[in-house]
Structure formats: structure tokens, C-alpha cells
Nanobody
Framework: QVQLVESGGGLVQAGGSLRLSCAAS????????MGWYRQAPGEKRELVAT???????NYAESEKGRFTISRDNAKKSVYLQRNSLKPEDTAIYYC?????????WGQGTQVTDSS
């Protein structure tokens, strides 16, 4: 059974930094794609960024240059970094792991602008 556990959310002031972490447990295909999605209040869940097990990244067009995604394959973990946070970054951030045969989601971590 694969589980994804996110951490790093909370209250962040506009202009502050955000670093989210997601760790996968269980047995997973070595060839996979991990990523981050977010859902703002009243909005649909949307892509932020993904990264393959080989290190290739893909960002939503609107998020290019704003977020940085990275991963540590040995730790089965993926990270999302954002500096200069803006109020519109307030959302629930979800970790995703996609393999050739399965698609997994974390429970989500809330990021809220405190300003």
C-alpha cells in the first residue's frame, strides 16, 4: 500500500517562503512521476509542477519561474519551493505520484497567506 505524506504547509506571510515536502512509503515503480497540484477555495484542482524519476520537470505555464520542484529518489520524496509568496498562493497543496499502473494522492496540506 502506497501512502503519500505532505508536510510544510501553514500560515505564511506574503513575501515569505514556502517549502513543501512529500514522502512516499511502500513499494513503487522506479519509473514514476511525482508532482504537486493545488486547489484554491472555490476553484478546481490544478497542476503546479511535476518531475519524473529521471529529473525532467514540467510546470504549469502560469507557474513557470514562480515555483521550483525537486526530488530525492533515494528518499522517495518530492519538494516544492516558492519564494515571495503571494496571497493567491493560498490553497490546499496535494502531492501526486503516478506510475504506469497507479495514481496516488496525498491528503493535502493547507497553505494560507497570513497577511
Amino acid at each position: 500500500q502506497v501512502q503519500l505524506v505532505e508536510s510544510g504547509g501553514g500560515l505564511v506571510q506574503a513575501g515569505g517562503s514556502l517549502r513543501l515536502s512529500c514522502a512516499a512509503s511502500g513499494s513503487i515503480f522506479s519509473r514514476n512521476v511525482m508532482g504537486w497540484y493545488r486547489q484554491a477555495p472555490g476553484e478546481k484542482r490544478e497542476l503546479v509542477a511535476t518531475i519524473t524519476s529521471g529529473g525532467s520537470t514540467n510546470y504549469a505555464e502560469s507557474e513557470k519561474g514562480r515555483f521550483t520542484i525537486s526530488r530525492d529518489n533515494a528518499k522517495k520524496s518530492v519538494y516544492l519551493q516558492r519564494n515571495s509568496l503571494k496571497p493567491e498562493d493560498t490553497a490546499i497543496y496535494y502531492c501526486n505520484l503516478r506510475t504506469p499502473v497507479n495514481n496516488y494522492w496525498g491528503q493535502g496540506t493547507q497553505v494560507t497567506d497570513s497577511s
